[in-house]
């Protein structure tokens, strides 16, 4: 026991620590009491064996030193989170990450803070994050580009164009088809198919043709029918052959009765052949045999052996496959694109890939008052027996996509056409070996005998037009990057191209992917765009560009009207040239002789249709000045088109054109009789702004005397 307290008494004093693990280990040991049971049981004080640790130096040290601790953890935590919250509300962190370091510098190169998506159909407003439009699911692509500071164009970056992928093409000056797609039926060529019906009362003893779907020539048997009647017919033929002509106290000629007897025979159905055999046997029966009138196929079969059958019963339908008809249902505009001997092209429905051609052999004159639709009978020949009537096919019809007087098909250019059978066609005229008829000249068909000069007309790709009701707009590439919105006329289109009548000229380059997106940029600008065009340009720039022709000068009447009419636009033009309204009276004047104009039969069929272009815009001139400048150009434009197809004898040796580039929308153009320029589209404001373009006056030696007279 003594050596175990010295041994005690020599040990150092313990630090802090280990006062505090042995405390905790004297709070695990120990029992309830005040003391600390020693090695031999001993129960000491606990101040006899170490000091409270709150009056020992080396525990105010170690509460000091753990407070301080404690303290500066509770200020960095603090200082942390307040500097948390001044980097979000400074936008220095966001919910991304840091928006400096390498994300900054993509941020910056993009656009920084100003990059926003947008939807391509312009569903929702522009948001800040990536992802699909909440409407119409469509991926949302980021607005790249930047309107080009004069309202009416945009511009994207390169880098910006290739992502979203626009691409380009040249509009073009050509001709143009439209192909008419509808389905038909395959039908029976009536005027190859026959009935055969009993002739007289009788039992059938035999059918020959005994069921549908034999082929028969012309004149096999078909059936055997008795016929006491035809008996009885048969003997008083004989008996005419050899009577002296005289039946009771009638006296007749010999060859009267049989004559009488022998067309009593052809009317109960016996041929001549079986007549002539008749008389040369003398010997009647009382049985007949049913011939075929015509070779083909038989449809239908409506008697069998044994049945008692009267006069005017149906027995067989025979039906000549090889020739069929397509019948097909136009819709009236397509109707009358489509002419007669036109050639079809068919693709049979049982047969996918193979093509059938035949000719058209007869349309409508009616619309049908419930489907609306114009039917339309094509002639194809089958040779083969591939078409079989009842089934379906889809067509296809090419024709001109501005209707045209004359077209040319090299396999009818000076021909002689059937007028029922259109595949019948000869050099020479003749008769059809069908229908017996004159075949006619297919020139009066509307078929011309040579090479027709093409049909130009401006086009561009389908996909460069962006339609919405009654707007049509493109994007036409004015410089690299910059796309200049255009409002358009379209005409007809076919499935690659689109004819653009008014609004661009050729070899303009317009957007043909992508222009949802830049109309997307330009609605974002605040500039026109599809679905508001009313401030976009719809001319191109610079002056109308007229074709090198040689005008038709008009009749009298035609051409009196012709004078008249420009000399009301002459003065339409000088009044607002002097900032007034278009006069009522002339307005009026122009209006009613653009109507006779289009009306008038001695005035070509193309400059018909200007002059319906020119009325429709006219009436629209009604109003205040603004309204009629706004419609003169489109009134210009399709007369001055007019004047290089057609010319009255005033206008033969005065008329003038002139362009001025400061009209917004791509400029103006207008005609005058000659004298000083007075621009109609600006009055006094601009009245000599513009410039001549071209002294449309005809050549000296092409004007006839009469008209170089007038002044």
């Given amino acids: 026991m003594n050596q175990e307290e010295d041994k005690r008494t020599e040990e150092p004093e313990p630090d802090v620590t280990n ?33 409270e640790l709150p009056d020992s130096p080396s525990a105010s040290t170690w509460l000091l030193r753990t407070g301080v601790q404690a303290a500066t953890v509770v200020v960095v935590a603090g200082l942390v989170f307040f500097l948390l919250g001044v980097a979000q509300r400074t936008q220095w962190l966001t919910a991304d990450g840091f928006s400096g370091g390498k994300d900054a510098a993509v941020s910056e190169a993009v656009g920084g803070e ?49 992502l979203v992928g626009i691409q380009t093409a040249m509009s073009k000056m050509g001709e143009v088809n439209r192909t008419i797609r509808t389905i038909g039926s395959i039908d029976f060529d009536e005027s190859q198919l026959s009935t055969i019906s009993a002739y007289i009362d009788g039992r059938l003893e035999k059918m020959y043709a005994n069921y549908a779907g034999v082929k028969v020539n012309e004149g096999d048997d078909l059936a055997l029918i008795y016929s006491p009647q035809l008996y009885t017919a048969q003997t008083e033929f004989i008996t005419s052959m050899n009577s002296d002509g005289k039946i009771g106290r009638f006296q007749i000629s010999g060859g009267d009765l049989n004559k009488m007897a ?38 239908e079969k409506s008697a069998v052996e044994g049945d008692y059958v009267k006069t005017g019963h149906k027995l067989y339908r025979v039906a000549d496959l090889s020739s069929v008809w397509l019948m097909l249902d136009l819709f009236p505009d397509d109707a009358s694109a489509v002419r007669f001997g036109q050639q079809v092209e068919a693709e049979i429905q049982s047969m996918p890939g193979e093509v059938f051609t035949g000719r058209v052999a007869f349309i409508d004159p009616t619309v049908n008052p419930k489907t609306r639709t114009v039917r339309v009978r094509v002639e194809i020949m089958n040779f083969d027996g591939k078409l079989r009537p009842g089934d379906y096919a889809t067509a296809r019809v090419t024709v001109p996509a501005i209707p045209m007087d004359q077209v040319y098909d090299p396999a009818l250019a000076n021909k002689y056409i059937s007028p ?103 609605q974002l600008a605040g500039n026109p765009s599809l679905m508001d065009p009313t401030m976009a340009p719809s001319y191109s720039p610079g002056p109308l560009e007229l074709p090198n022709t040689s005008p038709v000068m008009l009749a009298s009447d035609a051409g009196k009207t012709f004078d008249r009419t420009y000399d009301a636009y002459f003065e339409i033009q000088c009044a607002m040239a002097a900032d007034q309204s278009p006069p009522p009276v002339a307005l009026n004047t122009l209006i009613e002789g653009l109507q006779e104009l289009e009306m008038s039969a001695g005035v070509p069929d193309e400059a018909q249709r200007r002059f319906t272009t020119a009325r429709r815009a006219a009436a629209r001139m009604v109003g205040s000045l603004e309204t009629a400048r706004e419609a003169y150009r489109g009134v210009s434009h399709a007369m001055l088109r007019a004047a290089t197809v057609a010319r009255g004898p005033k206008t033969a040796v005065k008329l003038t054109h002139y362009y001025c580039p400061m009209v917004p929308g791509g400029g103006g153009d207008w005609m005058q009789p000659g004298g000083d320029l007075q621009n109609p589209y600006w009055g006094s404001e601009m009245l000599t702004c513009g410039e001549v373009v071209r002294d449309m006056a005809m050549p000296f030696n092409e004007i006839p005397s009469i008209a170089r007279t007038v002044q």
């Avoid at 042995?22 to 129960?43: C, F, P």
């Avoid at 041929?271 to 010997?283: H, R, V």
């Fill in 114 to 162: 100003d990059k926003r998506y947008i939807c391509p159909m312009m569903c929702t407003p522009p948001s800040t994050e990536p992802g699909r439009c909440p409407v119409c699911a469509m991926e949302l692509v980021e607005a790249t580009g930047g309107g080009g500071g004069d309202g009416i164009s945009v511009t994207i970056e390169a880098s910006a164009r290739r």
């Fill in 262 to 299: 022998r067309e009593n025979l052809t009317e109960l159905g016996m041929t001549e052949s079986q007549i002539d055999q008749l008389g040369k046997s003398g010997k009647p029966m009382s049985r007949i045999r049913i011939k075929s009138p015509q070779s083909g196929t038989v449809i």
């Fill in 420 to 522: 029922m059978h259109p595949q019948v066609i000869r050099d020479e005229p003749g008769r059809c070996p069908l229908c017996d008829m004159d075949l006619v000249p297919t020139s009066q068909l509307g078929f011309a005998s040579e090479p027709l000069p093409m049909q130009q007309v401006v086009t561009v790709p389908r996909d460069a037009v962006l339609l919405a009701g009654e707007n049509s707009v493109i994007y036409v590439e004015t410089e690299p990057g910059r796309f200049e919105i255009r409002r358009v006329t379209v005409g007809p289109m076919n499935r690659q191209e689109a004819v653009i009548v008014e609004g661009l000229a050729a070899g303009e380059t317009v957007a043909t992917g992508g222009n949802f997106l830049i109309d997307s940029q330009m």
């Fill in 19 to 51: 006062v505090a693990e042995g405390s905790m280990g004297d709070e695990k040991t120990g029992s309830s009491g005040d003391g600390v049971r020693g090695s031999q049981g001993d129960v000491a004080p606990m101040g006899s064996q170490s000091p």
